[in-house]
Each structure stands twice: as structure tokens, then as C-alpha cells.
């Protein structure tokens, strides 16, 4: 890792809010969704196959490395599995929650509403739509959540983040030095369970090493 810093960006798995239809009602915004069984499944082939590869992505050391996790439970319950396969203690951190919205909207939202909410947010970066946090305050707490991981690249180990689609959308954002004005044409799929892989230079040049690999669930289907 001499030299610069590897980030192990991780979706959570499919959880219970990842399986509605566009016509379902969503009275809120749900902080405890819990993993679908098919989400378990997920995050077990994804620790495997971590555990498998660390060899090669984690060099030298697994034992330098963090494992920080969003608290909200969908990303807490996939940390810890990952936690129990890589061997690692789990951390947790506010900012690596999802974008902050209402858990009681003021009408139930059709799931393709709140699609469409969470659309316009990126095209109004600056603006709070619908009581939901702006992708500019969303970005500032990536932002924050990345410079508190401070000090010498050579001293310090690589992270695995376990977040959620919008944040991940955030901090890719912010490692890979992108502008706002490029969420008109740019954006990252992000899976349940895509790994993204990025490596940061000393000099904060980073590059994007592997994007949304979902090569673990062949498996999981």
C-alpha cells in the first residue's frame, strides 16, 4: 500500500426497500429496512469472495485495514458479515448513511415518486426537494467523512466502506475529483453488493480500479 491508499466501496445487500414495485406506496423513508433473504445470501458470497481475494486486493496486510459502516441496519447487517469473513472489527459512521429524508412523508409516495426525487436532487444539487437532504449537503458529508481518514497514505491501511447507492454515489464522487456538472451525463450504477475499488495517491490523484463487480453472486440467484 506504500504510496497510496485503497478504497473498498461496498453496497449493502438487497434489502426489503430494494424489492418494491414502481406502483407501491412508501409512507416514508425506512432507516431499518433488514435484508431479504436473498440479501443474506448476498452478503455471505461477498464475504467469501473478499476473503478469497484479499490476497490480492488487501496487500500487504488485511490486519491494517478498517471496516467502517453506515449504522442504518441494511448496511450494519452486511458489515457484519463482512466483519466475520475478513476478520476485521466493524466501525460505524453517521456519515456513510443514506441521504437523510423524512421517515413520515406528508403523503405516501409511489416508489417511482420517490425515484423521481431522488432524480431531480442531482439535477438541482443545491436545492432540498421534498424535505430530502440536498446531493450538495451530501457530498460535504462525504467529503468530511474522507478527510477525518487523515494522515500519511504509507501509514495508514486500506478502508472497506459499506454504505448505500446515493453516498457511494457521493464518495465516488469525491475520490475520483468530479463535478457536480457531470451528474447531468455521469452516474454510477451501483448494485447491491457492487464492490468499487479506488486507489488514492499521496498527491490525491485517484483512479478507479474495479466498478460495481457483482462477479460473488453467480451464486446467490
Not at 407501491?24 to 445470501?41: E, S, Y
Amino acid at each position: 500500500m506504500t504510496g497510496h491508499r485503497r478504497f473498498v466501496l461496498v453496497r449493502h445487500a438487497q434489502a426489503s426497500v430494494n424489492v418494491l414495485r414502481d406502483d407501491d406506496l412508501m409512507p416514508g423513508f425506512d432507516p431499518n429496512a433488514d435484508l431479504t433473504a436473498l440479501g443474506r445470501r448476498q452478503a455471505a458470497a461477498l464475504g467469501a469472495h473478499l476473503r478469497r481475494g484479499s490476497a490480492r486486493w488487501a496487500a500487504p496486510r488485511l490486519s491494517d485495514w478498517r471496516l467502517i459502516s453506515s449504522p442504518q441496519r441494511r448496511a450494519a447487517r452486511t458489515a457484519q458479515v463482512l466483519s466475520g469473513a475478513l476478520g476485521l472489527p466493524l466501525e460505524h459512521d453517521t456519515r456513510l448513511a443514506e441521504v437523510s429524508a423524512p421517515e413520515r412523508f406528508p403523503r405516501p409516495l409511489r416508489v417511482h415518486e420517490w425515484d423521481a426525487v431522488l432524480e431531480q436532487r442531482l439535477l438541482r444539487p443545491d436545492e432540498q426537494i421534498a424535505g430530502v437532504e440536498s446531493w450538495t449537503a451530501q457530498r460535504a458529508r462525504a467529503r468530511e467523512f474522507l478527510a477525518a481518514c487523515g494522515g500519511p497514505p504509507e501509514r495508514r491501511g486500506g478502508l472497506v466502506l459499506v454504505s448505500h447507492a446515493e453516498t457511494i454515489q457521493a464518495l465516488l464522487f469525491e475520490l475520483l475529483g468530479l463535478g457536480d456538472e457531470l451528474l447531468r451525463t455521469v452516474r454510477f450504477r451501483i448494485s447491491n453488493t457492487g464492490v468499487f475499488i479506488v486507489d488514492r495517491t499521496e498527491e490525491e490523484c485517484s483512479s478507479l480500479v474495479v466498478a460495481n463487480s457483482k462477479a460473488h453472486l453467480a451464486r446467490t440467484a
